[in-house]
């Protein structure tokens, strides 16, 4: 626990949800923010002395996580953060893939011009926060885009596809340090994903996605092998030849 903020730094916890929803949207934050790796404890009276509660709605929070496998626990030593294995960054990766595909197959016949400033706003968001080194404005907003674009399919199993696995990918892209990619380049690949849509051209507009989803997947596992941090997954040689086409252009 120790990348959580200090006990001065916190807030007092308001009253919309009830005490372990908090919690669990708070380690949630630390979980997708890189502040807490894989394999770290979750230490329950230290994160309770942290946020100024009993330990009961921790423990609540705590076991409401790993129900939704985010935690793993380990008799007489805890709950510690899940660890990725290579299946799981494939299982991912390759659903996101297909949802968000789906998704710009349903939503684009229903877009508008002001749908299409928003997307593109995003886009500029994403720029200027990489151009000034706002690191978690950058990813805000890169989220905010594929996540609108799920809400403009007007589909709600779709959305709640997309939410489903959006934790783990922020999860995975937290623990390999994807701020290593430059973030304008970073930014800059959604350009192509935008322009797409913009066209109208519904194909043009699934094959960008598609590639913007592969190269971050292939990214991550070559940087996931890099680090050390869990199990190692694949090096540069072993990404699949459709996406090696695919990143090379």
Avoid: K
């Amino acid at each position: 626990m120790s990348r959580l903020p200090e006990t001065g730094a916190v807030q007092r916890l308001i009253d919309t949800l009830s005490l372990s929803d908090q919690v669990q949207h708070y380690l949630l934050d630390a979980l997708t923010s890189g502040r807490l790796r894989p394999g770290d404890r979750i230490n329950e009276a230290e994160l309770a002395r942290t946020l100024g509660i009993s330990r009961n709605p921790v423990r609540e929070a705590v076991s409401g996580l790993a129900q939704r496998g985010f935690l793993v626990s380990a008799p007489r030593r805890g709950h510690f953060l899940r660890r990725f294995t290579r299946q799981d960054v494939d299982d991912v990766f390759s659903f996101r893939i297909c949802v968000e595909s789906f998704a710009i197959r349903q939503a684009l016949p229903r877009m508008r011009r002001p749908d299409h400033d928003d997307l593109a706003r995003l886009v500029e968001r994403m720029i200027a926060a990489a151009r000034a080194g706002r690191l978690a404005e950058l990813h805000q907003a890169d989220m905010a885009l594929h996540r609108r674009i799920c809400e403009l399919s007007g589909n709600r199993q779709t959305l709640r596809a997309h939410e489903g696995i959006d934790t783990e990918v922020q999860m995975l892209i937290a623990y390999v340090d994807l701020e290593r990619e430059p973030p304008l380049h970073s930014a800059l690949a959604h350009l192509p994903v935008v322009e797409a849509l913009a066209s109208g051209d519904v194909e043009r507009s699934v094959t960008a996605m598609q590639h913007h989803l592969e190269t971050t997947w292939a990214f991550v596992h070559r940087m996931y092998g890099r680090t050390g941090r869990g199990e190692p997954l694949i090096d540069a040689g072993d990404v699949p030849p459709s996406q090696v086409r695919r990143i090379r252009g």
